[in-house]
């Protein structure tokens, strides 16, 4: 049986003169998972994209693919082909040039490219449209040829470095679906380089999230979105809440906290703490509601400063009696419309003990 695990980085570290650009990644990638690295511009992503790819020779670590040790091979013979932000289509060559072109560089016999070519095409949905040139074709058909291209090869992995970035924003969610759908059907191994948290949230079966080189957090998008480890993640992933606390007491799952002057409260906590640690309680703006009658463990007075209707939601800009400010989003619209002194709860199952940043 082929082993689970496609990829596996091994204490990563590269350096650019002075700058660490990653410092000890650590991270395995099973078969045919959607993998998303996200961060923000400069923290690494790409950077390690080109490494798994061979771009880039890393400085310290192990870069295994398929059971393999890569660290010395040259990107042709690693087989992982990258998909760029511009797809890196050859103007002045036809569809089927540009996805054949691959395997013209490894000489394979005509026949051979005739089929592997008509295949992927017929495996992006491009089928007829092979003596079209880039410039025929809309962005997202330029995206699909761009696939197509790197399917050809049966490569392991196809990486992608934020191939969505030049759509319009009503294109990029199509192409987001279809990717995805491609993907799936296919099983494939990717893995996708973006900044766009909605992207990594709605695309991906795991999300590795980059803080300057480092991995913060790698989990499902549930996970890293309920469940933030740092504040950092917290804070890059939407909109949060944060609460100062201290802990009273602990164990592996769960801490008990004091915040303000509220009574102790039971907590979720899934990183380790220690007890009189000051640590934070990240609360959803979804997860507070406000005058609800059935209240929660968690409960604080506030005023409306403004609001902001968003649509599916009214979002209430909020001010407690010691100046803090609350974010809490609203789904009865057109029911009640909030304002003056409120009351703001949760329930304790909603606030996640994460740790403060040590910078
Ligand atoms: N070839 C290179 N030579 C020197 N420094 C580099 C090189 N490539 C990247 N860097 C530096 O490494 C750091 C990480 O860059 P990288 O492109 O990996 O970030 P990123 O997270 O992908 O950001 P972006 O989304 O902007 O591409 C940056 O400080 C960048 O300037």
């Not at 204490?11 to 998303?36: A, M, P, S």
């Not at 296919?186 to 999230?209: C, F, K, N, R, W």
């Not at 949060?240 to 906290?257: G, K």
Request: glycine share 8%.
């Amino acid at each position: 049986m082929e082993p689970q695990v496609l990829l596996d980085l091994k204490n990563v570290n590269k350096v650019f003169g002075n700058n660490h650009v990653l410092r000890d990644i650590n991270l395995q990638i099973e078969r045919g998972k959607f993998i998303t690295f996200l961060g923000p511009s400069g923290c690494g992503k790409t950077t390690l994209l080109r490494s798994i790819a061979g771009f880039y020779t890393v400085d310290e670590g192990e870069v295994w693919i398929d059971g393999k040790q890569v660290n010395d091979l040259p990107p042709y013979k690693r087989g992982t082909p990258m998909v760029f932000q511009e797809y890196a289509l050859f103007p002045h060559m036809t569809v089927f040039d540009n996805i054949a072109y691959g395997l013209d560089i490894k000489k394979r016999p005509e026949e051979e490219i005739e089929k592997r070519v008509k295949g992927a095409l017929a495996q992006v949905k491009l089928t007829g449209l092979e003596g079209r040139y880039p410039h025929e074709m809309s962005g997202g058909q330029q995206q699909r040829v761009a696939m197509a291209r790197a399917l050809v090869m049966n490569s392991p992995i196809i990486l992608l470095d934020e191939p969505l970035s030049n759509l319009d924003a009503k294109l990029r969610e199509e192409v987001r679906v279809e990717l995805r759908g491609i993907q799936q059907d296919l099983g494939l191994t990717v893995i996708y380089v973006t900044h766009d948290q909605l992207e990594a949230l709605s695309m991906s079966d795991y999300v590795v999230v980059f803080n300057k080189g480092a991995i913060d957090q790698y989990g499902t998008p549930h996970e890293i979105y309920y469940e933030p480890r740092t504040q950092y993640v917290a804070d890059f992933i939407g909109t949060t809440n944060f609460i100062e606390a201290t802990v009273l007491e602990h164990n592996e799952r769960e801490a008990l906290v004091s915040y303000g002057k509220e009574t102790p409260t039971k907590v979720l906590a899934k990183v380790l703490v220690n007890k009189g640690e000051q640590v934070l309680l990240s609360v959803r703006p979804e997860s507070l509601r406000i005058n609800h009658p059935d209240g929660g463990e968690f409960c604080i007075r506030a005023t409306v400063k403004s609001s902001m209707f968003l649509g599916e939601k009214e979002r209430y800009f909020l001010e407690d009696n010691a100046g803090k400010e609350w974010i809490v989003d609203a789904y009865d619209i057109g029911q009640t419309h909030y304002t003056g002194e409120v009351v703001i709860t949760a329930s304790a199952d909603k606030l996640h003990l994460i740790k403060k940043n040590n910078d």
